[in-house]
């Protein structure tokens, strides 16, 4: 009897060892698996690919770098958009254009709002540094008040136009 419970504890220690075994091989296996996929070269971007990062990162250092949108509208180009609207209104010139330089202002803090005459009316110019023209509102005298044409720039948004509507 002593003899068949040294044979199971012999059979429990090859065992023992075959799981020791396999464990060490396995975990060799990863070790070399993780060292193939570490030791790969890393990929190259072609000639052709933009640099990756920002102009500032791979510009000189004596050359400024001034980010621009990628377009900006001109008095032309809003006119050559096309009215928004056109129409009239009882209200003087006057009011509609104190009324929509007011509201401009308060939705675009940061743009510049330039007055200047057209003729016996008056041309309202929105307009920023980054964008180009916003807007423009030609306003004219009509009987019994005000006659006038809006016109947005491709980055000016809906807003302006809703407040020279709120205006008339």
């Known amino acids: 009897m002593d003899r068949g419970i040294i044979t199971n504890s012999d059979a429990m220690r090859k065992a023992q060892r075959g799981v020791a075994r396999a464990t060490a091989l396995a975990g060799v296996t990863l070790v070399v698996l993780l060292g193939g996929c570490a030791q790969t070269a890393p990929v190259s971007a072609s000639p052709d690919d933009p640099p990756v990062g920002s102009v500032a990162d791979v510009a000189p250092e004596n050359v400024k770098v001034e980010t621009l949108p990628a377009y900006r509208d001109t008095i032309d180009d809003a006119r050559n958009n096309g009215a928004v609207w056109q129409g009239s209104s009882k ?53 019994p008040g005000s006659e006038g044409a809006l016109y947005l720039g491709s980055t000016g948004p809906q807003s302006l136009a809703d407040a020279v509507r709120q205006c008339l």
């Open 91 to 143: 209200k003087t010139l006057v009011r509609v254009s104190a009324c929509t330089a007011r509201l401009w202002k308060k939705q675009l803090p940061y743009a510049r709002l330039q007055r200047t005459k057209a003729g016996t009316g008056q041309t309202l110019e929105l307009s920023s540094n980054d964008d180009g023209i916003l807007a423009i509102l030609d306003l004219a005298p009509h009987k």
